[in-house]
T-cell receptor, first 114, second 114 residues
């Protein structure tokens, strides 16, 4: 079974500051890990994914995440926040073998102030 | 690629009425998922299909909810009779046979039951 825990339902940063959204996973099998972003009144959009190749994964809009097996973490970062990054971010996990459904975290709302 | 197409985008109905939400997955995707999103409960997986067959409907809240996938290019989620507590945004998502690419979400249907 898989699960993810997102620490902090809300994260506030200033424009230009570092963005760090935390995600820890639990999986009984080697995982695939994903970050999705949801802008207001829109569906979820894939930001980036880890599929057992490089542990540092780069995604759209300058975001990246690092898979750390020893820490069971997949934190999302961006060096400099933009106002347009304000959205809700979801971490998700699935197993690697066969058909496996994605299990989503509860989401973290990122607030960016001028 | 037109993406996952959901209709209608908005639905307002009176309590007791039947509501049907529609979804067209991406061509070639063999898994389809129905989610419900509310402020209180976040993102909930209602049901998912693999190769048009329902695999897990344990998330369907009550017998008032039913879902079908008559072919690979169409699915419906029906609520009969609808109740005000069913008000939410309903998302459809699809994914290809391998888990590498994650899910592609539709833009959602915002349902309001008055």
């Amino acid at each position: 079974a898989q699960s993810v825990t997102q620490l902090g339902s809300h994260v506030s940063v200033s424009e230009g500051a570092l963005v760090l959204l935390r995600c820890n996973y639990s999986s009984s099998v080697p995982p695939y890990l994903f970050w999705y972003v949801q802008y207001p009144n829109q569906g979820l959009q894939l930001l980036l994914k880890y599929t057992s190749a490089a542990t540092l994964v780069k995604g759209i809009n300058g975001f990246e995440a690092e898979f750390k097996k020893s820490e069971t973490s997949f934190h999302l970062t961006k060096p400099s926040a933009h106002m347009s990054d304000a959205a809700e971010y979801f971490c998700a996990v699935s197993g690697q073998r066969g058909f496996q459904k994605l299990v989503f975290g509860t989401g973290t709302r990122l607030l960016v102030s001028p | 690629d037109a993406g996952v197409i959901q209709s209608p985008r908005h639905e307002v109905t009176e309590m007791g009425q039947e509501v049907t939400l529609r979804c067209k997955p991406i061509s070639g995707h063999n898994s389809l998922f129905w989610y419900r999103q509310t402020m209180m409960r976040g993102l909930e997986l209602l049901i998912y299909f693999n190769n048009n067959v329902p695999i897990d409907d344990s998330g369907m809240p009550e017998d008032r909810f039913s879902a079908k996938m008559p072919n690979a290019s169409f699915s419906t989620l029906k609520i009969q009779p609808s109740e005000p507590r069913d008000s939410a945004v309903y998302f459809c998502a699809s994914s290809p046979p391998q888990g590498l690419k994650g899910y592609t979400f539709g833009s959602g249907t915002r349902l309001t039951v008055v």
